[in-house]
């Protein structure tokens, strides 16, 4: 069994930053990689950051390149992700998840097998 705990989402006003994190428990020594997906009000889910668990590759989506940076602690089996120059339109609840094979792309949610509860970012104008 495997759980997924996000924290440190909030409010914040457009230019500011936040940083997100993502603990994990139970069985992760199966894990390939992790990822960041937000949903927003009436639209789907959509991806944001990955990263591979052992080979050091992160991924972006093209909205998010160059203001968020994805990153892992071993010692902690957490995975943060570090948002600046946030804008309204990255206001959503943000998941993270895990993944156990490389059989999908990163940026696939159907590759996913492990979600958190989501935690809430919202910015402001």
């Known amino acids: 069994q495997v759980t997924l705990v996000e924290s440190g989402g909030g409010l914040v006003q457009a230019g500011g930053s936040l940083r997100l994190s993502c603990v994990a428990s139970?069985?992760?020594?199966?894990?390939?990689?992790t990822g960041w997906f937000r949903q927003a009000p009436g639209k789907e889910r959509e991806f944001v950051a990955a990263?591979?668990?052992?080979?050091?590759?992160?991924y972006y989506a093209d909205s998010v390149k160059g203001r968020f940076t994805i990153s892992r602690d071993n010692a902690k089996k957490s995975v943060d992700l570090q948002m600046n120059s946030l804008k309204p339109e990255d206001t959503a609840v943000y998941y993270c998840?895990?993944?156990?094979?490389?059989?999908?792309?990163?940026?696939?949610?159907?590759?996913?097998?492990?979600w958190g509860q989501g935690t809430q970012v919202t910015v402001s104008s």
């Open positions: 998840a895990a993944r156990s094979t490389s059989a999908r792309s990163p940026s696939d949610f159907n590759g996913y097998n492990y």
């Open positions: 139970g069985r992760t020594f199966n894990f390939y990689g």
């Open positions: 990263e591979t668990w052992g080979g050091g590759n992160t």
